[in-house]
T-cell receptor, first 114, second 109 residues
Framework: IAGITQAPTSQILAAGRRMTLRCTQD?????MYWYRQDLGLGLRLIHY???????GKGEVPDGYSVSRANTDDFPLTLASAVPSQTSVYFC?????????????FGPGTRLTVL | GQNIDQPTEMTATEGAIVQINCTYQ??????LFWYQQHAGEAPTFLSY??LDGLEEKGRFSSFLSRSKGYSYLLLKELQMKDSASYLC??????????WGAGTKLIIKP
């Protein structure tokens, strides 16, 4: 793989179900992020990780959890999905020692909670 | 609070020039980014400004005035493939990106 991948591409989920969105990068970036993107709103940060073994809460963390067991993987878990979590989810990564520290995005997961 | 403002939608003609403005109020400033996002796709990095002035990269240029909390993205010689949303984002004092809602640019032949 090259860059950052996410799975699944899309998912329809019943309310109350548990769901894990997967994210993997092969760029050896230290930092990783999860965003949600809703129509008319900017990208909103859910959780982030500055380095393997550490995580932090973003702007909208409630109802979501993350783990960062290694550099490459950063899964996002919805413990009990609710309809308001219907959104497009983007995973991103960055190299804080890079020239611009720009974030590279995965292709996104479109999640619908019914 | 933190706030990034940019127009919701703009329309321009193929071959013309368009300027997309972004104003911001954030807790701290560690740079301003512009991203391009085609419909149904992921955002991709276009430019970064941390000092006042103009950064030019081919047909795209980005300007920053930190004292005014203002930036613009200038697109020249517009092509149909430039039809996309353009996202302005500011890196705050915690090195987190605060994102605007994006400007949808429609290019007409």
């Amino acid at each position: 793989i090259a860059g950052i991948t996410q799975a699944p591409t899309s998912q329809i989920l019943a309310a109350g179900r548990r769901m894990t969105l997967r994210c993997t990068q092969d760029m050896r970036h230290n930092a990783m992020y999860w965003y949600r993107q809703d129509l008319g709103l900017g990208l909103r940060l859910i959780h982030y990780s500055n380095t393997a073994g550490t995580t932090g809460k973003g702007e909208v963390p409630d109802g979501y959890s993350v783990s960062r067991a290694n550099t490459d993987d950063f899964p996002l878990t919805l413990a009990s999905a609710v309809p308001s979590q219907t959104s497009v989810y983007f995973c991103a990564s960055s190299d804080s020692s890079g020239r611009y520290n720009e974030q590279f995005f995965g292709p996104g997961t479109r999640l619908t909670v019914l | 609070g933190q706030n990034i403002d940019q127009p919701t939608e703009m329309t321009a003609t193929e071959g013309a020039i368009v300027q997309i403005n972004c104003t911001y109020q954030t807790s701290g400033f560690n740079g301003l980014f512009w991203y391009q996002q085609h419909a149904g796709e992921a955002p991709t990095f276009l430019s970064y400004n941390v000092l006042d002035g103009l950064e030019e990269k081919g047909r795209f240029s980005s300007f920053l005035s930190r004292s005014k909390g203002y930036s613009y993205l200038l697109l020249k010689e517009l092509q149909m493939k430039d039809s996309a949303s353009y996202l302005c984002a500011v890196m705050d004092s915690n090195y987190q990106l605060i994102w605007g809602a994006g400007t949808k640019l429609i290019i007409k032949p």
